[in-house]
């Protein structure tokens, strides 16, 4: 395996502890490498905290002059919450830097390779399809303004996810559950209908063993029925509807941000001006765990950019379908997927696949 390679999959390991954390920053791993061994490693663990070059320069200490530093992403030419990075790797003497990938923020976009170049350090791109994966939440982030949707759906071989009864627990496997958690452990936000709220109170959080963090809870709930006592309300919950937040002052009282937004064509709620607000408060992705009704109106509204879907090894016949509303008359004109990934999880399989790619 080239070297270059192997050093910087283990960048992207450690820039991987900090998903879900670093927003509006992307997350970043670094490795500074002298004579073939690593000497320092770091990774932004959040927002006005030091970059991750920066942690791994200060634990290679005086040592990293003349060795390289392998980096997910450009380190960054501007003052923000923290100095610029390429001063500090140009200080401490570093021969070479290698990249994963280009910045696609425009206040860097090739200026912090330009200016270690001018410095006579030595730069090279190490573009990794895994480097590319790992900022694909913020660069559409950063050049759109709105989050990166995922949807996952729990369903049955026949395309169900619960039965007639509504009954949904549980489908798929506990290791599949397991993985959930995990997804939300990195994730900026969850969102769920008003529908999973009535049905299942869910509390929305991330239950991993050790050093999980709860994402954001999102609740779209048009006509503001949402029980004050729901578990998922609270300080880190955001509930979207037509209605005017005031009405509910018991609601407002359990720390929830309750924003008002308006109606598409269909009668339901926008989802243009609800990813534009979780967009501008800095968030660069969203889960979305809903029933039915939510996984139609956001695949119709075109907001959908991948898919996971885990199929369960049961057949249900009648029941809850994942999808309901308007379909097409002709095959040919059904949703397009590109799958990524088929990988099975105990009994069940999961599906991995983007949308308008």
């Not at 073939?36 to 030091?50: D, E, M, Q």
């Not at 949807?151 to 549980?170: E, F, P, Y």
């Not at 037509?242 to 929830?256: F, N, Q, V, Y």
């Not at 991948?306 to 369960?312: G, I, K, N, S």
Request: aromatic residues 6%; contains cysteine; hydrophobic residues 40%.
């Amino acid at each position: 395996m080239n070297q270059d390679y192997s050093f910087m999959i283990q960048a992207i390991s450690l820039a991987r502890k900090g998903l879900g954390r670093t927003a509006p920053n992307p997350p970043v791993g670094a490795l500074i490498v002298k004579n073939s061994k690593i000497i320092g490693k770091g990774f932004h663990p959040k927002a006005g905290l030091p970059h991750a070059e920066i942690f791994a320069l200060e634990q290679a200490g005086k040592n990293a002059k003349n060795a390289t530093l392998y980096v997910t992403l450009e380190p960054c030419t501007h003052f923000g919450k923290t100095p610029p990075c390429v001063d500090a790797i140009i200080s401490a003497g570093i021969k070479r830097v290698v990249i994963g990938v280009k910045d696609p923020n425009p206040v860097v976009a090739g200026k912090g390779i330009k200016k270690l170049k001018a410095h006579g350090i030595k730069v090279d791109l190490a573009a990794t399809d895994e480097a590319l994966k790992l900022i694909r939440w913020y660069e559409k982030w950063m050049k759109n303004g709105i989050p990166y949707v995922i949807l996952k759906v729990a369903m049955t071989l026949d395309g169900k996810i619960a039965t007639t009864k509504g009954d949904s627990k549980w489908i798929t496997s506990v290791r599949s559950r397991e993985m959930v958690h995990v997804l939300r452990n990195e994730v900026d936000a969850v969102l769920v209908g008003i529908g999973t709220v009535l049905a299942d109170d869910p509390q929305l959080t991330c239950r991993i063993p050790f050093g999980g963090r709860d994402p954001l809870r999102v609740i779209v709930d048009k006509d503001f029925v949402i029980p004050a006592g729901a578990r998922c309300l609270g300080e880190r919950c955001i509930v979207f509807t037509s209605k005017d937040p005031k009405k509910r002052k018991e609601i407002l009282d359990t720390g929830t941000k309750v924003i008002k937004v308006s109606s598409d064509q269909s009668g339901r709620l926008s989802w243009d001006e609800m990813l534009s607000f979780l967009g501008k408060q800095g968030l660069h992705s969203v889960m979305i765990e809903g029933g039915s009704r939510i996984n139609s109106s956001v695949i119709n509204a075109g907001k959908v950019d991948r898919l996971l879907a885990f199929v369960a090894p049961m057949v249900l016949g009648g029941g809850v379908p994942v999808t309901q509303g308007n379909s097409p008359d002709k095959i040919k004109n059904a949703l397009p997927l590109k799958i990524q990934e088929i990988k099975q999880i105990e009994n069940d399989i999961l599906i991995d696949a983007y949308l308008g790619e």
